[in-house]
């Protein structure tokens, strides 16, 4: 009898090191399949849609504090627009986003706990207004550019394979990326979904049950999914071992693209850390310049391929 408690016991211990280890991997490889399923449902869904912008009203209030202000945007592109193409149980206004399954409070990729973001702003104080001026002796050439948008309530719904998913929505998104340098990632993005693959039942932690999806222009849209890894992974001085630097991390870690890293900046406040001066890029202008981002401006702008330090924040697809 003895033998056999003993034998319990050291079963029991065993089982309590090894269960939480087993069922977070299990959940892991759920999620993941989860999120690219999410991903191909979302996509069809946007390519079907004509165009992304234009959709309800937009109008700020006449003076400080009135009450004349009219944002039903985010809420009437869902109703008016993607849940023409898309399978929707449930749409929860701005005042009500609880209702499809949101927690209140989430875990952000650096560990911090912070509200659910109501608007763009929210997601980065950046993603309203921005207005940028160089001199002719700076990289980025003599000028400036600027953007402004108003700070859009977002909407919420729930899809018929049970997620809940957040819409962060602008209206007044722009065209794809032509230029050549100090380009705003924000001004181009349409919309962006915060999912929760499993609604209240938690972790609520971003990079687990919850994740971004991220569209880009008005029509030919570009749907970007990056998970990103949860701090910066290393100084890229050239190209050279950049890719080694990512796929040490995990066999699926690259180095992100252009858009991928907009869609970081664009939802900062969900990713948190994300305060290096610059970071790289996979995206190439030409042979000699490559893209990066400036997080504390939000500008995208290319620099030499082999003479700039960046850091480097890898992602997954």
């Given at each position: 009898m003895a033998e056999i408690l003993l034998s319990l016991t050291i079963i029991g211990v065993v089982a309590a090191i090894t269960l939480p280890s087993l069922t977070?991997?299990?959940?892991?490889?759920?999620?993941?399949?989860?999120?690219?399923?999410?991903?191909?449902?979302?996509?069809?869904?946007?390519?079907?849609?004509?165009?992304?912008?234009?959709?309800?009203?937009?109008?700020?209030?006449?003076?400080?504090?009135?009450?004349?202000?009219?944002?039903?945007?985010?809420?009437?592109?869902?109703?008016?627009?993607?849940?023409?193409?898309?399978?929707?149980?449930?749409?929860?206004?701005?005042?009500?986003?609880?209702?499809?399954?949101?927690?209140?409070?989430?875990?952000?990729?650096?560990?911090?706990?912070?509200?659910?973001?109501?608007?763009?702003?929210?997601?980065?104080?950046?993603?309203?207004?921005?207005?940028?001026?160089?001199?002719?002796?700076?990289?980025?050439?003599?000028?400036?550019?600027?953007?402004?948008?108003?700070?859009?309530?977002?909407?919420?719904?729930?899809?018929?394979?049970?997620?809940?998913?957040?819409?962060?929505?602008?209206?007044?998104?722009?065209?794809?990326?032509?230029?050549?340098?100090?380009?705003?990632?924000?001004?181009?993005?349409?919309?962006?979904?915060?999912?929760?693959?499993?609604?209240?039942?938690?972790?609520?932690?971003?990079?687990?049950?919850?994740?971004?999806?991220?569209?880009?222009?008005?029509?030919?849209?570009?749907?970007?999914?990056?998970?990103?890894?949860?701090?910066?992974?290393?100084?890229?001085?050239?190209?050279?071992?950049?890719?080694?630097?990512c796929k040490s991390l995990d066999e699926d870690y690259r180095l992100p693209t252009i858009e991928e890293l907009g869609a970081l900046s664009f939802n900062s406040e969900l990713i948190?850390?994300?305060?290096?001066?610059?970071?790289?890029?996979?995206?190439?202008?030409?042979?000699?310049?490559?893209?990066?981002?400036?997080?504390?401006?939000?500008?995208?702008?290319?620099?030499?391929?082999?003479?700039?330090?960046?850091?480097?924040?890898?992602?997954?697809?």
């Amino acid at each position: 009898m003895a033998e056999i408690l003993l034998s319990l016991t050291i079963i029991g211990v065993v089982a309590a090191i090894t269960l939480p280890s087993l069922t977070g991997n299990i959940n892991e490889r759920t999620w993941n399949t989860q999120r690219k399923a999410l991903y191909a449902r979302l996509s069809q869904a946007i390519s079907l849609m004509p165009a992304l912008n234009g959709y309800g009203t937009l109008k700020e209030e006449s003076s400080a504090g009135a009450s004349d202000a009219v944002d039903t945007v985010a809420e009437t592109f869902l109703t008016a627009g993607l849940s023409k193409v898309l399978k929707i149980n449930n749409i929860c206004d701005n005042e009500h986003l609880p209702d499809c399954g949101l927690s209140s409070r989430i875990t952000n990729l650096a560990a911090s706990q912070i509200d659910l973001p109501l608007k763009l702003s929210d997601l980065n104080p950046l993603n309203i207004y921005v207005s940028q001026s160089w001199s002719a002796t700076t990289s980025h050439g003599a000028g400036s550019r600027y953007y402004s948008m108003m700070d859009a309530k977002a909407a919420a719904f729930e899809t018929a394979n049970g997620e809940s998913v957040v819409a962060y929505y602008n209206p007044s998104c722009a065209p794809s990326m032509s230029e050549s340098a100090g380009i705003y990632a924000a001004a181009k993005i349409c919309v962006s979904f915060l999912y929760d693959l499993n609604g209240n039942k938690g972790p609520n932690t971003v990079g687990k049950d919850l994740g971004l999806i991220t569209v880009y222009y008005p029509s030919d849209s570009l749907v970007v999914a990056p998970v990103p890894y949860s701090r910066d992974a290393g100084v890229l001085v050239s190209d050279s071992g950049v890719n080694s630097i990512c796929k040490s991390l995990d066999e699926d870690y690259r180095l992100p693209t252009i858009e991928e890293l907009g869609a970081l900046s664009f939802n900062s406040e969900l990713i948190g850390n994300l305060d290096a001066e610059r970071y790289a890029s996979s995206t190439f202008l030409s042979s000699s310049k490559k893209w990066y981002l400036h997080a504390d401006s939000g500008i995208l702008n290319v620099d030499d391929r082999f003479s700039t330090t960046s850091d480097i924040r890898c992602v997954k697809r």
